[in-house]
């Protein structure tokens, strides 16, 4: 008989209508061709979707040869699958939990280390996966390539493999990337397009490898209409809206007292079950940070003005953080 395997890791984002969704770290602006590439989603649903030439323009779009795959989700289970049965995983702690599901699944031996690059470099040893999140869910904490360089020599010096998820990296002003051959770099378009129901994300490093263990058809038509028109697009929907998301974390960390290098933030309310359940009554939704092992702090996005200031109103009203 089957069982199944128990993990604590979930995720965030509403499972009902009709709140208002600060769980989910989005950007709340959705790009103005999105009826039409539904449309054109529409028209190609009755074929198998095949993106092989759009993989190749996105290549080219982004810099370097990438393999699509649905959501950075595929990918974390494609490296399951060519890198980490029976090997070292190190992950940090308070970090995205689904690369410890991933490991455990496929037979990883988990480490836990602080989510600070010199300290992990200390735990690499020959032929181990190292996880890093840059910037960090839940706390936006970005690290730029030169405090990163401890966990990057280490990784070179062992022969270890680094998985960079970078699904915020296109929230962060003035971003940068490390580069080296030992460095698989994960990526997704649902956290910076707004459409997390859409499934496409892509990987930098290894194509051959993640292209030849990668499930068919893993992108319906959504997505491949999405990639079409994400091509047309060149990256121009990123280019408007990011700054409107960066004006207005600058108000919500002056009025929360927060601090963030992403789109979304951490803060401590005390009891974050309470908080959760208090903001829900008003029709507000915020992330319970406990499956990150922060059993005291709430998770929320950044989102329009008008939204925002209905979630500083709330935290008023609870008397949090004032």
């Keep these: 008989?089957?069982?199944?395997?128990?993990?604590?890791?979930?995720?965030?984002?509403?499972?009902?209508?009709g709140l208002l969704d600060f769980s989910a770290s989005l950007n709340p602006y959705p790009p103005e061709w999105l009826d039409e590439m539904f449309?054109?989603?529409?028209?190609?649903?009755?074929?198998?979707?095949?993106?092989?030439?759009?993989?190749?323009?996105?290549?080219?779009l982004?810099?370097?040869?990438i393999t699509v795959t649905a959501g950075i989700t595929e990918a974390l289970y494609l490296i399951g699958i060519l890198a980490l049965r029976g090997r070292r995983v190190i992950i940090p702690r308070h970090t995205y939990g689904e690369y410890e599901r991933a490991a455990r699944i496929f037979g990883g031996k988990v480490i836990k280390g602080p989510n600070e690059p010199e300290k992990m470099a200390e735990l690499v040893e020959k032929n181990s996966v190292v996880f890093f999140c840059n910037p960090n869910n839940p706390d936006g904490r970005f690290y730029r390539v030169r405090e990163l360089k401890p966990l990057l020599d280490a990784v070179e010096d062992k022969k270890a493999l680094l998985?960079?998820?970078?699904?915020?990296?296109?929230?962060?002003?003035k971003h940068e990337s490390p580069e080296g051959e030992n460095i698989v770099k994960l990526r997704t378009?649902?956290?910076s397009y707004g459409l997390p129901g859409i499934r496409v994300g892509y990987v930098v490093g290894f194509s051959r490898a993640f292209r030849s263990v990668r499930m068919p058809w893993g992108v319906g038509s959504t997505g491949l209409a999405f990639l079409e028109f994400l091509l047309e697009d060149g990256f121009e929907h990123l280019r408007k809206t990011m700054p409107l998301i960066w004006r207005e974390k600058v108000r919500m960390e002056k009025t929360l007292d927060v601090k963030s290098d992403a789109n979304f933030f951490?803060?401590?309310?005390?009891?974050?079950?309470?908080t959760v359940k208090e903001l829900k009554e008003k029709g507000i939704?915020?992330?319970?940070?406990?499956?990150?092992g922060l059993h005291e702090y709430v998770r929320f996005s950044v989102r329009t003005p008008e939204e925002n200031s209905?979630?500083?109103?709330?935290?008023?009203?609870?008397?949090v953080g004032f």
């Excluded at 982004?62 to 040869?65: A, F």
């Design 189 to 191: 378009f649902t956290k």
């Design 39 to 60: 449309e054109r989603a529409r028209e190609i649903s009755g074929r198998y979707p095949y993106y092989e030439r759009l993989e190749e323009g996105l290549s080219e």
């Design 62 to 65: 982004v810099g370097g040869e």
């Design 285 to 292: 939704l915020v992330r319970n940070c406990e499956s990150f």
């Design 163 to 173: 998985v960079i998820d970078e699904a915020f990296i296109d929230f962060v002003k």
């Design 1 to 17: 008989m089957l069982r199944p395997v128990e993990f604590s890791t979930y995720h965030g984002g509403s499972r009902e209508e």
């Design 266 to 274: 951490i803060k401590r309310v005390g009891d974050a079950r309470r």
């Design 310 to 319: 209905a979630l500083i109103k709330a935290f008023r009203e609870l008397g």
